[in-house]
C-alpha cells in the first residue's frame, strides 16, 4: 500500500500543495493558487518601495484552492490515487514575514476594523520599512549583547522579526495595542490546520525563531527583557506573549482539525509537522548533506547547508543565520542569500525590455535569452551589482541598491539581462567564497526552484563564473517536497517508515541534470568577478578606500578582446 | 529689394538647407534630406561600437534633394520669393570628420575600387577606433610639443584629424597609399560648389584645421614634420600634400559653378564662404558674444564662447578647443562640449523603453517626459553618468562608459530617462564651472538644437541644476542660420550690408523663451551633483582615491526627504 504526504508551500506570490509518494518521491499532483490580493500578492505602497504586505485572508483561500485541486488532479492522474493514504503534512513559508493576531490567533488583518490599515497585515519577508529599527538593534546589540549578533553575520536585518515589529509599534501604536502576540506565517498554518490558534498554544518553528527571533537556546531562547526593555519597554512586555522554545520541524504540531479536514476533503487527525521558512525545507527537498550547498533560485535566493554540531564552529561573518536544527534538526543550520536574483529579471523584463523581443513576459524571457546566450563572457562590456533590493550576504544591508556600467550607444536588452544574470552569479561566488574562507567546504552545489530548472541558460552561466559544476534537483518543487518530508517524518517511524529526515532524502530525493564550467569561459569571468569585487567593497563596505579609474578601462579591453578585436 | 541668403548644414543623420532673409533672419523656407545609407545615415560595424562611418556620395544626393525642395518651398510660401536674390551661400558640417580624396578631389569612397570599404568612406566625428592613435599622439606630444596640447585642453582625441588619419594608415594601407590627400567634409562641401576640388586648391577652414588638426598661426599652421615623422614617416610625407593656411569663415572660398548652379537651381557666381563646423556656425547663429555661452543641444551637445584676443588667455584645461577665429573672426573661439547627449535617449527610447509608454518613438519620448515630469528632483533615488559614448569635456576619454546606480524593484523607464537627462546637465554644469575657474564669465546661456526648441522638460531641469536662466534662441536651425549669415558676409559688405558677423548677428538673431530655474529644485540638484562628481571624478580620473560607501546612501536619504518619508 502507498504512502503520500502532502507538502504546502506558502511562496511570495502564490501557494503550492503537492501531494508525494514517501518510497520513491515520486510527485503525483501538484497546484498552485496564485494569491487575489495586492499586486501578484503583495500589497505596496506607491510612495515607498520598502513596503511589501501580504493579506492573511489570501492564505486561507489559497489553502482551500490549492489542496482541493490537487487533491482532484491525483485522482484524474492516478485511478489508484486515495486521499485516505496521506499520513502527514508540513508546511513551508516565506519569513520572516510575521503579522499580529488577537488572543484567539485571529489575524488582526482579517478583523473589520484592521482591514485597510497595511501595518495590520503580514509583514512579508521582503518588506525593507523598518531599516532605522534595525540599525537601532544591529547597535544596541553591539553594546549590550555582542553574542546575538554573533551568530547572524554581525548585523540585525530590517527583514527580520523584531525590526519589523519595532517599526510596526513606532508607526501604528493602535496595531502594536491590538495585538496579543505575533506570529510567524510558518508558524500560523500548521495552528491553523490543527485548529488551535491561540498564540500561548503555537507550537513555533526554530527556523523561524533563530536567527530571524535571536532565539538561541544558549541564552534562554528569545532576546532577555532587558535588551528588549532597552530598545522599548513595550517590547519587552510583549516577550511575554510570545513564546519560551522553538521547535525543528521533525516535532509534531498537532493533527489535522475535522473543520480543516472537511473544508480540505481529508481526513480529520492526519499528522501536521511544525513549519519552518521555505529556503530551510527546500535545502531539505534538494537533499542537504554535510558539504552538500543548496540554492535555491526564485524571486530572492537562499543558500543552505548543515553542518555538525560536534565540530567546533566559527561564526561566518555576513552569513545572517547560523541556527541549530534549522535544516536538518541533527545538524546546525547554515543560510545565506541574495536578496533579490529573479526579482530582478522580472523587474528588468517589465520595466525595461521593448516589445521587440516579445509582447508576453514569457517571450521576452525566452528571446532575451536566446539573444543572450550568442555572447561570450564580457563581450557586451557590461558590469552590474546584484542589490536592486539591497544585499543580504555578506554584506547584510538593505540600504545599497543597483548599480549598471559599461553602457554604450549600442548596448541592447539582451546584454543587459545578461549582465544582470552574471551580478547574480558573481553575488553567488562571493558567498561561496565567504563560506569557505572560514572553513566550511563546499564539495557539490545543488541547484532547485523555479530557475534551476526553468533556465538552463542561467545555470550555464553559474557554473561559468562559480568554475564549478551546478547540479539540478531532480524535483522542481524542492520546498514543498521538503515540508511533505517533514510532515511524513513527524507522523513518527511506524506511519512512515522513516527513522528520520536522511532516510526520507534518501528514498525520495535525487539530481536530474549537471552543468559542467566551461574553464574558458571561467577564466575571463575571474577577471570580470575581480571588477565586480572592487565595485562590491567600494559601493558597499565603510572600510574601502582606493580608486576606480580601472574599472571602465578594463572592461573595455575584455569586451576588445572577446569580440577578437585586439 | 530682399536679400537672402543660403545655409547648408551637414548633420550625423541629415543635411539641411535654410533660405533666410538678410534683414530680418525671417526663415523662408527649410528643407531636411535624410542620408540614404546605413544606419540613419552612419555606416557601422556590428563587431565594433566604436566604428561610425558615412558614404561621401550621401552628401551629392542630399545636396540636391534639400537645396531644390527648400527653393520650392520658399516659392510656395513667399509668391514673391527671387531666387536671384540669394547673395551668399554658407556650409557647416560635422567634425571631425576627414575623408580620404585622389589627386582631382574625387573621395576614394565613391570610386568603384573602394566602395565596399569602411575605411575608404568619412570618419564621421563620433568614430572612435582610433583611440589607441590618439593616445600615441598625445603621449608623444607631452614629450616633444607640449605646447599643441595646451590649446586642446591636454589630451588629443580619438575623434580627430591625425587620430584617425594614423590609424586608417596603420589599418588599410591600401587607402593610405591612394589617398592624394585627406579633407575634412567642411572643407570638401564648399571646394564642390566651387567646381574645383583639387585637394592644392581647397580653402580649408581655421574652424577644423585648429584644434582637430592641432593647426596654430603660433607655430607654423600643422604639426612640424619632425613629430609627425616621429609618429609615422608617412605622416610626415603627408603633410606637404595638405596645407599651410586655414581661414575663418567669413572668407570667400569662391563662387558657385555653373555646373552645381544648375543642379541646385541657383544662378552661377554666387559667394560661397569658407565652411566650418557644425557647433561654431551654430553659435554664431545663436548670437554668440563675450560673456554669452551657447549650447547647441542634439544628439551631442557643443558649448561655444568666444574671448578678445588681446586679454591674456590661459589655457583651460579639459577644454577642447581654443583656436583663433574659429567663431567669429576677430575672437578665440572656446568649444567645449559632450560626446552624446539626445543619442542617450535616443539610445534609452530604442533600447530599452517598453511598448507601455507608446508604440513610436515620438510617442515613448513624449510619454517618458509627462511621466517623468511629475517627479521631485532625487524622488527616483537614480544617478548616472553621462558617458555612453565617453567624455569629450572635462576629461577628454573615450574609453569611458555610461553608468546608472540607486535603482530598486520598482524603478520605471521613466525615471531613468529623467536620471539620464540629469545626468547630462550635471555635464554641462561640469563645463560651465571648468571654464568659470580659468576666468571666462558665463553671464548668460543661450540654447539651440533640436531638445531646447523641443523640450521643455529638459530646459526646466538644465535651468534647475546650472542655477541659471536657461534662454532658447529664436531660429530652431542655428546652424543653418549661422552658415548663412557666413555666406552672407563673405559676400562682401555692399552685397550683403553687413561689416561683419556681429552686425549680422544684430539683425538676424534673437531669443524666443526663458527658463528660470527653481532655486528649491536646485539645492537639491546640488546635493545630488557632489554625488555626481564623486563618481564622475572616481571613474574618470586617475589621480582620484577615496571612498563610495556614502554613495547608495545619501541617494536613498535624499529619495526619502523628497518622497516626504523622513
Given at each position: 500500500?502507498?504512502?503520500?504526504?502532502?507538502?504546502?508551500?506558502?511562496?511570495?506570490?502564490?501557494?503550492?500543495?503537492?501531494?508525494?509518494?514517501?518510497?520513491?518521491?515520486?510527485?503525483?499532483?501538484?497546484?498552485?493558487?496564485?494569491?487575489?490580493?495586492?499586486?501578484?500578492?503583495?500589497?505596496?505602497?506607491?510612495?515607498?518601495?520598502?513596503?511589501?504586505?501580504?493579506?492573511?485572508?489570501?492564505?486561507?483561500?489559497?489553502?482551500?484552492?490549492?489542496?482541493?485541486?490537487?487533491?482532484?488532479?491525483?485522482?484524474?492522474?492516478?485511478?489508484?490515487?486515495?486521499?485516505?493514504?496521506?499520513?502527514?503534512?508540513?508546511?513551508?513559508?516565506?519569513?520572516?514575514?510575521?503579522?499580529?493576531?488577537?488572543?484567539?490567533?485571529?489575524?488582526?488583518?482579517?478583523?473589520?476594523?484592521?482591514?485597510?490599515?497595511?501595518?495590520?497585515?503580514?509583514?512579508?519577508?521582503?518588506?525593507?520599512?523598518?531599516?532605522?529599527?534595525?540599525?537601532?538593534?544591529?547597535?544596541?546589540?553591539?553594546?549590550?549583547?555582542?553574542?546575538?549578533?554573533?551568530?547572524?553575520?554581525?548585523?540585525?536585518?530590517?527583514?527580520?522579526?523584531?525590526?519589523?515589529?519595532?517599526?510596526?509599534?513606532?508607526?501604528?501604536?493602535?496595531?502594536?495595542?491590538?495585538?496579543?502576540?505575533?506570529?510567524?506565517?510558518?508558524?500560523?498554518?500548521?495552528?491553523?490546520?490543527?485548529?488551535?490558534?491561540?498564540?500561548?498554544?503555537i507550537q513555533r518553528s526554530v527556523c523561524a525563531a533563530g536567527h530571524k527571533a535571536m532565539y538561541h537556546a544558549g541564552w534562554g531562547g528569545l532576546p532577555d527583557k532587558e535588551f528588549l526593555a532597552a530598545l522599548d519597554p513595550q517590547l519587552a512586555e510583549l516577550r511575554d506573549r510570545l513564546y519560551e522554545t522553538a521547535y525543528p520541524s521533525d516535532h509534531l504540531a498537532g493533527h489535522l482539525s475535522p473543520g480543516w479536514a472537511e473544508k480540505l476533503g481529508l481526513e480529520p487527525g492526519i499528522a501536521v509537522a511544525v513549519g519552518a521558512f521555505d529556503a530551510h525545507m527546500g535545502g531539505v527537498g534538494a537533499g542537504v548533506s554535510e558539504g552538500t550547498l543548496v540554492k535555491i533560485l526564485g524571486t530572492s535566493t537562499c543558500d543552505i547547508m548543515v553542518s555538525p554540531k560536534q565540530v567546533g564552529f566559527a561564526d561566518i561573518p555576513g552569513v545572517c543565520g547560523i541556527v541549530d536544527g534549522s535544516v536538518l534538526p541533527d545538524y546546525l543550520g547554515i543560510e545565506a542569500g541574495q536578496s533579490a536574483v529573479g526579482d530582478i529579471?522580472?523587474?528588468?523584463?517589465?520595466?525595461?525590455?521593448?516589445?521587440?523581443?516579445?509582447?508576453?513576459?514569457?517571450?521576452?524571457?525566452?528571446?532575451?535569452?536566446?539573444?543572450?546566450?550568442?555572447?561570450?563572457?564580457?563581450?557586451?562590456?557590461?558590469?552590474?551589482?546584484?542589490?536592486?533590493?539591497?544585499?543580504?550576504?555578506?554584506?547584510?544591508?538593505?540600504?545599497?541598491?543597483?548599480?549598471?556600467?559599461?553602457?554604450?550607444?549600442?548596448?541592447?536588452?539582451?546584454?543587459?539581462?545578461?549582465?544582470?544574470?552574471?551580478?547574480?552569479?558573481?553575488?553567488?561566488?562571493?558567498?561561496?567564497?565567504?563560506?569557505?574562507?572560514?572553513?566550511?567546504?563546499?564539495?557539490?552545489?545543488?541547484?532547485?526552484?523555479?530557475?534551476?530548472?526553468?533556465?538552463?541558460?542561467?545555470?550555464?552561466?553559474?557554473?561559468?563564473?562559480?568554475?564549478?559544476?551546478?547540479?539540478?534537483?531532480?524535483?522542481?518543487?524542492?520546498?514543498?517536497?521538503?515540508?511533505?518530508?517533514?510532515?511524513?517524518?513527524?507522523?513518527?517511524?511506524?506511519?512512515?517508515?522513516?527513522?528520520?529526515?536522511?532516510?526520507?532524502?534518501?528514498?525520495?530525493?535525487?539530481?536530474?541534470?549537471?552543468?559542467?564550467?566551461?574553464?574558458?569561459?571561467?577564466?575571463?569571468?575571474?577577471?570580470?568577478?575581480?571588477?565586480?569585487?572592487?565595485?562590491?567593497?567600494?559601493?558597499?563596505?565603510?572600510?574601502?578606500?582606493?580608486?576606480?579609474?580601472?574599472?571602465?578601462?578594463?572592461?573595455?579591453?575584455?569586451?576588445?578582446?572577446?569580440?577578437?578585436?585586439?
Open positions: 500500500m502507498k504512502k503520500l504526504a502532502l507538502g504546502l508551500d506558502f511562496g511570495t506570490n502564490s501557494v503550492r500543495s503537492l501531494i508525494v509518494d514517501l518510497a520513491t518521491g515520486e510527485e503525483l499532483a501538484t497546484f498552485v493558487s496564485d494569491y487575489p490580493s495586492g499586486e501578484a500578492g503583495i500589497l505596496l505602497d506607491p510612495k515607498d518601495p520598502n513596503v511589501a504586505r501580504q493579506n492573511p485572508a489570501d492564505y486561507h483561500i489559497g489553502l482551500v484552492e490549492s489542496v482541493r485541486n490537487a487533491l482532484a488532479l491525483a485522482g484524474q492522474n492516478h485511478p489508484d490515487f486515495d486521499p485516505t493514504r496521506i499520513i502527514g503534512i508540513g508546511v513551508d513559508t516565506t519569513g520572516s514575514s510575521p503579522m499580529p493576531v488577537d488572543s484567539e490567533g485571529t489575524p488582526l488583518g482579517m478583523k473589520p476594523e484592521f482591514k485597510e490599515n497595511l501595518n495590520a497585515m503580514v509583514w512579508l519577508w521582503k518588506d525593507h520599512s523598518s531599516f532605522a529599527e534595525s540599525i537601532q538593534i544591529t547597535s544596541l546589540a553591539q553594546k549590550m549583547r555582542p553574542e546575538y549578533l554573533a551568530k547572524i553575520g554581525g548585523t540585525y536585518s530590517s527583514e527580520w522579526f523584531w525590526s519589523k515589529i519595532l517599526h510596526s509599534k513606532n508607526t501604528s501604536p493602535e496595531v502594536f495595542q491590538a495585538a496579543a502576540s505575533f506570529v510567524e506565517i510558518c508558524d500560523y498554518i500548521p495552528a491553523l490546520l490543527t485548529g488551535d490558534t491561540r498564540p500561548e498554544k529579471f522580472l523587474w528588468f523584463v517589465h520595466q525595461l525590455t521593448p516589445d521587440k523581443y516579445g509582447r508576453t513576459v514569457d517571450e521576452k524571457f525566452k528571446n532575451l535569452g536566446i539573444e543572450a546566450s550568442r555572447q561570450k563572457p564580457g563581450e557586451h562590456g557590461l558590469l552590474a551589482l546584484d542589490w536592486n533590493n539591497g544585499n543580504r550576504t555578506i554584506l547584510v544591508d538593505v540600504r545599497l541598491s543597483g548599480l549598471l556600467l559599461g553602457q554604450t550607444l549600442h548596448t541592447q536588452a539582451h546584454e543587459i539581462y545578461r549582465a544582470l544574470i552574471e551580478a547574480t552569479a558573481f553575488g553567488a561566488l562571493t558567498i561561496v567564497n565567504r563560506i569557505e574562507e572560514h572553513g566550511v567546504a563546499v564539495k557539490e552545489v545543488v541547484n532547485c526552484g523555479g530557475l534551476a530548472s526553468k533556465n538552463p541558460f542561467l545555470m550555464q552561466i553559474y557554473a561559468d563564473i562559480l568554475g564549478r559544476p551546478m547540479k539540478v534537483s531532480r524535483s522542481d518543487q524542492t520546498p514543498a517536497l521538503g515540508a511533505a518530508m517533514f510532515g511524513a517524518v513527524a507522523a513518527g517511524p511506524e506511519a512512515s517508515g522513516f527513522v528520520n529526515l536522511e532516510a526520507a532524502q534518501a528514498a525520495m530525493t535525487g539530481i536530474k541534470e549537471i552543468f559542467k564550467p566551461d574553464m574558458t569561459n571561467h577564466k575571463v569571468y575571474q577577471e570580470i568577478y575581480r571588477l565586480y569585487r572592487q565595485l562590491h567593497d567600494a559601493f558597499g563596505t565603510e572600510e574601502w578606500s582606493g580608486t576606480m579609474f580601472n574599472v571602465m578601462k578594463d572592461l573595455i579591453v575584455i569586451r576588445e578582446q572577446q569580440r577578437d578585436l585586439r
